[in-house]
C-alpha cells in the first residue's frame, strides 16, 4: 500500500477522480495495524479501488481538512468526494455495499467476508 506523506499529495490522489480508499492511520495504534491488514484483504477482492495510507502525524493537515478525529478512519473518495468513511470497528459490509453500489464490483461473491 502506497504511503502518502504530504496534504498535496493526498489531495492530488482524491482529485484524479479515481475511486480510492485512504486509511489514516497514528502511531502505536494496534487497532490501526489490524485493520491495515483487513484492508489489504479486501483490496483484494476490490481491485478497483486504489487504497493508500498516511500517518495523522506527518500529515495533519489532511486529518484537519477530511475532518478525520480518530485513527484508525478510512475514508473513500470516489470523483473528487467523500462517499462514505468508517472508523475505529470497519464494518466491511457497509463498504461492500457502497462500492457496489457505485459499479466497483461485481456481485455479492467480491466482498469483503469480515475474517
Known amino acids: 500500500m502506497e504511503k502518502m506523506t504530504s496534504f498535496e499529495e493526498a489531495e492530488g490522489v482524491v482529485r484524479d477522480g479515481d475511486p480510492v480508499l485512504v486509511l489514516v492511520k497514528s502511531r502505536r495504534c494496534s487497532v490501526c495495524d489490524a485493520v491495515e491488514v483487513q484492508l489489504l484483504e479486501?483490496?483484494?477482492?476490490?481491485?478497483?479501488?486504489?487504497?493508500?495510507?498516511?500517518?495523522?502525524?506527518?500529515?495533519?493537515?489532511?486529518?484537519?481538512?477530511?475532518?478525520?478525529?480518530?485513527?484508525?478512519?478510512?475514508?473513500?473518495?470516489?470523483?473528487?468526494?467523500?462517499?462514505?468513511?468508517g472508523s475505529r470497528f470497519i464494518r466491511w459490509e457497509e463498504l461492500d455495499r457502497v462500492t457496489e453500489s457505485l459499479g466497483l464490483v461485481r456481485g455479492p461473491d467480491m466482498g469483503y467476508n469480515g475474517g
Do not use: Y
Request: hydrophobic share 45%; proline share 5%; no cysteine.
Open 42 to 85: 479486501w483490496h483484494e477482492k476490490n481491485r478497483r479501488v486504489r487504497i493508500r495510507s498516511l500517518q495523522m502525524e506527518d500529515v495533519p493537515e489532511a486529518a484537519g481538512q477530511w475532518t478525520v478525529f480518530a485513527a484508525p478512519t478510512l475514508v473513500f473518495f470516489h470523483n473528487g468526494s467523500e462517499v462514505w468513511r
